[in-house]
């Protein structure tokens, strides 16, 4: 079955040009003008994937990510958006977006960038078929620990101390990996292939956009910064 996809995006060009390319690329379609027909579609016929265009007239790319949200949808959504602020990008994280794609782009980008979204939501990648046999004792529950850092991968919760964390999926993909690395400053390449699956090369903002996210719900007034830049390299987490 070919995967699902709903396009929003009120430019016409944009829209065609996009829902060809995607069609092609083996994707099935549903291509609307508005963020009042994606809602309709989404609750209608749940897609694989959302792509939302930021700036749309009446109901935003933006306020569509947060309603989905506020009822539990957890599609991964990508946005599509002209602006290149790094607030403007924060705000569409902090509306529950998985990752976004500035305008003008390249469409391979915008392929790569799903293939990732799906590869991380996959139900073949995220549950292990049991072979025949007698049933396993329960396992207790693994917890990953480093610089005052506790995370459950498997109830995908974490916390800071006895605070807990409100994470987006990638965001706790991207603190899990420095958690389990703690001490070690993983560069950036490196980072991009096991969070997105793909290196999007040394201009890209997006690593930049969601560490910059994280380190605001992992810091509190008087706590050590735990994320840690390194310069032209890439990051590191340790308590300082």
């Avoid at 994280?93 to 391979?108: I, N, R, T």
């Avoid at 109830?155 to 706790?172: D, K, Q």
Wanted: hydrophobic share 45%; with cysteine.
């Amino acid at each position: 079955m070919p995967q699902t996809v709903l396009l929003a995006e009120d430019d016409r060009a944009i829209r065609h040009a996009l829902e060809r390319a995607l069609t092609l690329e083996g994707y099935r379609v549903t291509a609307v003008a508005d963020g009042v027909e994606a809602l309709a579609h989404a609750h209608k016929a749940p897609p694989d994937v959302l792509v939302l265009d930021v700036m749309m007239p009446g109901i935003d790319g933006l306020q569509v990510c947060r309603v989905l949200r506020a009822e539990g949808d957890r599609t991964p959504i990508l946005m599509l958006t002209a602006l290149v602020e790094t607030a403007d990008r924060i705000a569409g994280l902090d509306a529950g977006a998985d990752d976004y794609v500035v305008k003008p782009f390249d469409v391979e980008e915008v392929f790569a960038r799903l293939r990732a979204l799906l590869r991380r939501t996959s139900p073949a990648a995220a549950v292990d078929v049991p072979k025949p046999g007698p049933a396993p004792a329960p396992v207790p529950t693994r917890y990953v620990e480093a610089a005052g850092l506790r995370m459950d991968p498997q109830a995908r919760r974490a916390w800071r101390g006895e605070r807990e964390l409100e994470l987006t999926r990638t965001e706790f993909e991207l603190l899990e990996l420095l958690v389990r690395n703690a001490g070690i400053v993983l560069d950036h390449a490196t980072i991009y292939d096991r969070i997105w699956g793909y290196d999007f090369g040394p201009g890209s903002k997006n690593l930049a956009v969601y560490v910059g996210y994280l380190r605001r719900k992992l810091d509190a007034p008087g706590a050590p910064q735990l994320i840690h830049t390194v310069r032209g390299v890439g990051y590191v987490l340790r308590e300082d």
